[in-house]
C-alpha cells in the first residue's frame, strides 16, 4: 500500500528524532513526551485508520487484534529498513525485560499481511499474552511493540496505538478485568499533558453517547489537545448526513483540533487484494458523494489526516522541546535523590556488612563529638537537638542533686526549716537569725546593760533562757502531726517501647518541715538503754535510715531518665543516618539485647549505691566541721538577745550568761546532738551519694564508660554478625529490590535521555 506523503517540508526532523528516542529509552512514565495517541472501540475502524495513516497491513484475526500499545515511527533515512523490538514495561521482572529486550526484528525491508501477522504472533509469545482458552496467563500486555519504518521518501510521523477499548467480555478470551485494565491503558496515555489524542468513532452512531469523548473530556477539560476522527461515513442514515458535516465543519461539539473524516476500506474492498487502493477510491467516495464533496478538503480522507498529524506532531514537539530537557533534568535529580536514600546496593554479605560497617563507624564518629559537646561539628546537632547527650545529662546532674536536697528528707532538719521560713516571710520584713554590726534588725542588743527593744519583745537586762519544750512521759508517746504532703515526681524524660517497663516511674512525698525535734525525742525514748549522755549505734542507723528512704526512688528516676535519653540518643541518632527503616528496626531489634544489658547494669549500680548509703560510716572532716558549726550556731541562738555591742571589739557576751544560756538537761543535750549528727553526717553523705550516682551509675555505665550503650554499635559489633543477622538487617525485602531496580532503570534511561537533549 502506498502512504501519501507530504508535499511540504519535514519540519526540523533532528527534534522530532529526539522525542522518538527519547520513547525508546522508555521515560514516558517520569516525563511527558510529545506524542500522537489513537484511540477508540474496538469496532470503530481504529484498525483502518492505522493501516491508512501507516501502510502497515494490521491482520483482521481477532486473535491478533492489538492487545498492547504500539508505537508506529517513521523517519527519513539514506535505505529503506523496517526495525521491529518489544520496550518492557517498566514493572517486567528482569528476567522477562531481558527476554523482550533481547527479541528484535532487523533488516527488513517490506511488510506484508502474512509476514506482519507472523511477527505478531511472535510478539504475542514473547509478552506472554493469548486466549485464556489456550492456557495464557493474560490477555493484555503493557509491554510497548515499536514499529520503525524508515527510508528516503518517509515523512517524519510517530503514533502509539492502544488497544481499543470494549464494554462485553468473550468467554475464554477476555474477563472483566481485561476490561478495565484496557481502560485504564487508555487512560494512562491520555493523561499525557503533551499528547494529542485521536478520537477515532463512527459517524453512524450518536456522538453524544461515546464513552471515548468522555473520557477525553476528563483528561483534555478544555478540549485542546483532541481531535475527532470520524469513520463509516457511507454507513450514516440518510437524514443524518447533516449531522456529520456539521461536526466536520465546526458548527457542532466544538474542539480546538476540530474534526476529521475518513473512509475504511469495505470486505468487498478488501476481497480484491492488489488490484484496490485505498486513497483513489477513498478520494472518489468523498469527491462522487454530493453530501461530503462540499467539506474542506484538508478534513477528509486520510491523506490529509496524515499530513495534518505531521503538523501537530512538529508544532507540539516545538512547542514542548524545551519543558521536556527541563522535566528531564528535573526529574533524574529527584530519582538519583530516591535512589541515594535507599542507600548502597545490598544483595551480597559483603554489601551488606560494608553498608553496616559504614553505619557504625558514622555512628561513632558522631558519638564522640556529641560526648565532647562539640556540636559545632555536624549540623545533625542543629537539626536534631536531642543529640546532644552530653548537656542533657550534665542538666538532669544538677536536677538530681537538687531533688536530692529538696525531695530526699523525710524531715526537715531544724535549721533548714528556719532557713526556709524566714525566706518565706522576707518580704515581711522578718527578723534575720543571725545580726551583724551593719544589721539594720531590730533584734535585742545590749548596750553596757542597757536594755533595747526588738521585734520579738521587751526583754529584761538578764533574761533567763526559755526552756525546751515539756518531754511527755514514755507511757504517752509523742505523735508527729499529720501533716498532708504532696506526691512528687521523680521522672522527666522518657521513651518509647517496651523499656519503660524496666525503668522506674515512682513519686515521692514531699519533706514535712514540722516536729523533726519531736521525732528524734520519739526515736531516742524507745530505744535507749543505759547509755549517760550518749546513745547507742544502732539508734543513729535507724534514724538515717528513715530519713534518707526517699533517695532510693530520686535515684532510680534519675537513672530512668539517663537510662530513656541515651537510647533516645541511639534511636534518634540511627535515624538520622539511616534512612532504611527496615535496617534500622533490624538493627535495633539485633542491638536491643546488649542495649537492655547495659542499661541494667546501671540500674543495678544505683540499687548498690543505695544500699551501701543504708549503713552509716565517713571519714571526711567536712562531717565535724559541720557538726562544729551546728553547736556554733546553737550556742549564738541561745545568747543573741544577751549580746552587747562593745563598739570596739564588736557583739560581746558575758561569760556567765553563756553558761546559764547553754545549760540543758541530759536528755536535751542528747536530742539535740542527734540532730546535728543527723543533719551534718546527711550534708556529706548527700553529696557523696549524688556524685556516687552521677559518676558510677550514669556516666561510668551509661555514657562514658568503656562499655556503654552508645559504643554497641561499632565495627567490631557489625564484624561479629551472622551471615543471617546480615541478611535480616541490611537485606533488601523485595519492594526495595524492586524500587532499587526502577530507580536504577529510571537513572539510566534520564541520563541518556539527558545526553540526547543537551546535544540538540
Known amino acids: 500500500m502506498v502512504v501519501p506523503q507530504a508535499s511540504d517540508g519535514l519540519g526540523d526532523p533532528r527534534l522530532l528524532e529526539t522525542i522518538d528516542k527519547l520513547v525508546e529509552l522508555n521515560i514516558g512514565d517520569s516525563v511527558a513526551l510529545p506524542q500522537l495517541l489513537v484511540v477508540g472501540d474496538q469496532s470503530s475502524g481504529k484498525s483502518s485508520v492505522l493501516e491508512g495513516l501507516t501502510g502497515l497491513p494490521f491482520p ?47 533488516g527488513l525491508t517490506s511488510l506484508d499481511r502474512a509476514n506482519f501477522s507472523g511477527i505478531l504472533e511472535e510478539v504475542h509469545k514473547i509478552m506472554g499474552i493469548g486466549d485464556l482458552s489456550t492456557g495464557a496467563k493474560k490477555s493484555f500486555s503493557d509491554d510497548v511493540l515499536r ?63 461515546q464513552e471515548i469523548l468522555e473520557m477525553a473530556k476528563v483528561y483534555d477539560k478544555e478540549g485542546q489537545r483532541t481531535l475527532g476522527v470520524l469513520t463509516k461515513p457511507d454507513l450514516v442514515d440518510k437524514g443524518a448526513e447533516d449531522n456529520v458535516v456539521n461536526l466536520v465543519r465546526g458548527t457542532s461539539h466544538k474542539m480546538k483540533l476540530g474534526w476529521c473524516i475518513v473512509k475504511n476500506p469495505g ?27 462540499k467539506l474542506d478538503r484538508t478534513r477528509v480522507g486520510v491523506a490529509s489526516l496524515r499530513l495534518r498529524l505531521i503538523d501537530l506532531l512538529t508544532e507540539i514537539v516545538r512547542k514542548e522541546f524545551n519543558n521536556v530537557r527541563a522535566d528531564v533534568i528535573r526529574n533524574l535529580k529527584a530519582s538519583e535523590k530516591k535512589l541515594k536514600a535507599l542507600g548502597p546496593c545490598r544483595e551480597t554479605k559483603d554489601q551488606q556488612q560494608k553498608y553496616l560497617l559504614d553505619l557504625a563507624t558514622q555512628f561513632q564518629v558522631i558519638t564522640t563529638q556529641a560526648l565532647e559537646a562539640n556540636y559545632g561539628y555536624d549540623d545533625i546537632f542543629d537539626s536534631k537537638p536531642a543529640l546532644r547527650i552530653a548537656t542533657a545529662v550534665v542538666n538532669r546532674h544538677d536536677v538530681f542533686s537538687d531533688d536530692v536536697w529538696h525531695k530526699g528528707l523525710t ?219 551546728c553547736k556554733f550556731h546553737h550556742t549564738i541562738d541561745m545568747v543573741k538577745d544577751k549580746t552587747i555591742d562593745d563598739v570596739e571589739h564588736g557583739y560581746v557576751v558575758k561569760l556567765s550568761d553563756l553558761h546559764r544560756a547553754t545549760n540543758m538537761s541530759n536528755n536535751e543535750s542528747t536530742i539535740q546532738l542527734l540532730h546535728d549528727i543527723l543533719e551534718s553526717y546527711y550534708k556529706v553523705a548527700r553529696k557523696r551519694f549524688v556524685d556516687n550516682i552521677c559518676m558510677q551509675a550514669a556516666d561510668y555505665h551509661l555514657v562514658r564508660g568503656p562499655d556503654t550503650p552508645v559504643k554497641v554499635l561499632s565495627p567490631s559489633f557489625v564484624s561479629g554478625l551472622t551471615p543471617e543477622q546480615l541478611d535480616r538487617i541490611a537485606g533488601e525485602d523485595a519492594l526495595t529490590r524492586r524500587t532499587r531496580a526502577e530507580l536504577t532503570r529510571q537513572v539510566e534511561s534520564l541520563k541518556k535521555a539527558k545526553k540526547l537533549l543537551v546535544m540538540v
Open 147 to 209: 514499529i520503525e519504518v524508515a527510508g528516503p521518501t518517509e515523512q517524519h510521523l510517530s503514533v502509539v496505538d492502544v488497544p481499543g477499548i470494549f464494554r462485553k467480555i468473550t468467554e475464554g478470551v477476555t474477563t472483566q478485568l481485561d476490561i478495565a485494565n484496557v481502560r485504564a491503558m487508555a487512560e494512562r496515555y491520555m493523561d499525557n499533558m503533551r499528547s494529542v489524542i485521536l478520537a477515532v468513532i463512527p459517524a453512524n452512531v450518536d456522538i453524544a453517547t
Open 411 to 629: 524531715m526537715e532538719f531544724k535549721r533548714q526549716t528556719a532557713q526556709k521560713r524566714v525566706a518565706e516571710s522576707a518580704e515581711s520584713n522578718s527578723f534575720a537569725l543571725f545580726a551583724t554590726p551593719s544589721s539594720k534588725s531590730t533584734q535585742p542588743i545590749q548596750k553596757r546593760g542597757k536594755t533595747t527593744t526588738s521585734g520579738f519583745g521587751t526583754s529584761s537586762q538578764s533574761p533567763s533562757v526559755p526552756p525546751l519544750s515539756p518531754i511527755p512521759p514514755l507511757s504517752t508517746p509523742f505523735e508527729p502531726p499529720e501533716v498532708e504532703s504532696k506526691m512528687l515526681d521523680t521522672r522527666y524524660h522518657f521513651t518509647s517501647g517496651d523499656l519503660e517497663e524496666m525503668l522506674h516511674n515512682d513519686q515521692v512525698a514531699s519533706s514535712t518541715d514540722k516536729g523533726i525535734m519531736e521525732w528524734i525525742e520519739k526515736e531516742y525514748k524507745g530505744s535507749r538503754g543505759f547509755e549517760i549522755g550518749t546513745f547507742g549505734a544502732s539508734l543513729l542507723h535507724g534514724m538515717w535510715k528513715k530519713q534518707s528512704v526517699k533517695w532510693e526512688r530520686l535515684a532510680l528516676g534519675y537513672i530512668s531518665d539517663c537510662v530513656a535519653m541515651v537510647h533516645n540518643y541511639i534511636c534518634g541518632l540511627l535515624e538520622a543516618i539511616c534512612e532504611d527503616s527496615r535496617a534500622r528496626s533490624g538493627l535495633l531489634s539485633v542491638l536491643m539485647d546488649k542495649l537492655n544489658e547495659r542499661y541494667r547494669c546501671a540500674i543495678d549500680q544505683t540499687h548498690f549505691v543505695f544500699q551501701v548509703e543504708r549503713n552509716v560510716l565517713t571519714t571526711n572532716h567536712y562531717f565535724t566541721d559541720n557538726l562544729e558549726k
Open 267 to 293: 470486505q468487498q474492498d478488501l476481497k480484491r487484494g492488489a488490484d484496490f487502493d485505498r486513497h483513489i477510491a477513498e478520494e472518489a467516495f468523498f469527491k462522487n458523494e454530493a453530501i461530503w464533496s
Open 60 to 106: 483482521r484475526d481477532s486473535a491478533l487484534c492489538t492487545r498492547f500499545a504500539t508505537q508506529i515511527t517513521f523517519r527519513r533515512a539514506p535505505t529503506s529498513n523496517i526495525i521491529v523490538s518489544i520496550i518492557p514495561d517498566k514493572n517486567a521482572s528482569n528476567e522477562d525485560a531481558a527476554r523482550m529486550k533481547a527479541w528484535k526484528k532487523d
